[in-house]
């Protein structure tokens, strides 16, 4: 079983910053990436950043420059810095950790926590 809470969404006025926070527990065995991704309804979830445990980073060219993706390792939690939000960032946000644990490669995501971007 494996357990992922994230925290930190709510509603923000445009060039305002939230941080999302994102805690994994359970049978994660070993980490392999953490990430956020987001969604608006009616399209598709999209990756936001992405970082592996030994702390490369990656980003979405819409929020390269924005957005810092970190983690603490110790705490299996990976964090998500918004600043300068723009109204278009309004998403649903979700955690995905991705881990090797003894029945092999997996992966999960968390419940999903909203952003809300006023203009």
């Known amino acids: 079983q494996v357990q992922l809470v994230e925290s930190g969404g709510g509603l923000v006025q445009a060039g305002g910053s939230l941080r999302l926070s994102c805690a994994a527990s359970?049978?994660?065995?070993?980490?392999?990436?953490m990430g956020w991704y987001r969604q608006v309804p009616g399209k598709q979830r999209d990756v936001v950043a992405t970082?592996?445990?030994?702390?490369?980073?990656n980003y979405s060219n819409s929020v390269k420059g924005r957005f810092t993706i970190s983690r603490d390792s110790a705490k299996n939690t990976v964090y998500l810095q918004m600043n300068s939000l723009k109204p278009e960032d309004t998403a649903v946000y979700y955690c995905?950790?991705?881990?090797?644990?003894?029945?092999?490669?997996?992966?999960?995501w968390g419940q999903g926590t909203q952003v809300t971007v006023s203009s």
């Open positions: 995905n950790v991705k881990y090797i644990n003894s029945r092999g490669m997996d992966m999960y």
């Open positions: 359970g049978s994660i065995g070993r980490l392999v990436l």
């Open positions: 970082i592996t445990m030994e702390g490369i980073p």
